[in-house]
């Protein structure tokens, strides 16, 4: 069966910190696919990044990066030199190798991240 | 700009009524999905639809269908609420992917309706 587990349910850092939020999964499929949303108080969740299970790079975006490690299952988030506008409630997702609306997301519980100015 | 619209933001309803949500996306998405959001639950898929007039159960139909007539619109229906269906209700809609094991694309969700049953 497949899970993911974000066990940090709230963060609270001071503006300009370095905050990294936790993903751990598990699946059977050797193809997966790892995503994370970001979920402002407006409501409406953003995409952030997709990454597939073959594809173990680090990704950098301005200040956001992703540290994909197969080898614990975990797929973590980093937002250096964070700002109020960071704060938000962060989703990690996990699905599997199929392509269509039958291949749902398995989405994490959520971390609120709180940046205080 | 993408958009996926909900009609209502906040509803208050009460035990025994009949509730439509409705979803609209701009962006000719095949793929259209109902979840369901709970503090300490996350995102809990209700129903999705891949085409017109198609529609497969999620983790939690129960309680819940869903109708669409056109590739725009998905409704989400509450044949008769109860107080266990107060919850945030969000929208979403992505493209098929591109072969079959291409993986799912990115959902764009909408800024979900907010529904209290008293």
């Known amino acids: 069966a497949q899970k993911v587990t974000q066990a940090q349910t709230e963060i609270s850092v001071v503006e300009k910190e370095d905050v990294t939020l936790d993903c751990v999964y598990e699946?059977?499929?050797?193809?997966?696919?790892l995503f994370w949303y970001k979920q402002p108080p407006s409501g409406e969740l953003v995409f952030l990044i997709r990454?597939?299970?073959?594809?173990?790079q680090n990704e950098i975006s301005g200040r956001y990066s992703w540290n994909f490690q197969k080898s614990t299952s975990s797929f973590n988030f980093t937002i250096t030199a964070s700002q109020v506008v960071d704060s938000a409630v962060y989703f990690c997702?996990?699905?599997?190798?199929?392509?269509?609306?039958?291949?749902?997301?398995?989405f994490g519980t959520g971390t609120l991240l709180a940046v205080q100015p | 700009d993408v958009k996926v619209t909900q009609s209502s933001r906040y509803l208050v309803k009460r035990t025994g009524e009949k509730v439509f949500l409705e979803c609209v996306q701009d962006?000719?998405?095949?793929?259209m999905f109902w979840y369901r959001q709970d503090p300490g639950l996350g995102l809990r898929l209700i129903y999705f639809?891949?085409?017109?007039?198609?529609?497969e159960k999620g983790d939690i139909p129960e309680g819940y269908s869903v109708s669409r007539e056109k590739k725009e619109r998905f409704s989400l229906i509450l044949e008769s609420a109860s107080t266990n269906q107060t919850s945030m209700y969000l929208c979403?809609?992505?493209?098929?992917?591109?072969?079959?094991?291409?993986?799912?694309?990115?959902?764009?969700f909408g800024e979900g309706s907010r529904l209290t049953v008293l």
């Open positions: 979403a809609s992505s493209l098929t992917s591109v072969g079959l094991a291409g993986g799912p694309r990115e959902l764009f």
């Open positions: 699946t059977r499929d050797t193809t997966y696919y």
């Open positions: 990454r597939n299970s073959f594809d173990e």
């Open positions: 997702a996990l699905s599997g190798p199929y392509g269509g609306a039958t291949n749902k997301l398995i």
């Open positions: 962006m000719d998405h095949e793929n």
């Open positions: 639809s891949y085409d017109v007039k198609m529609k």
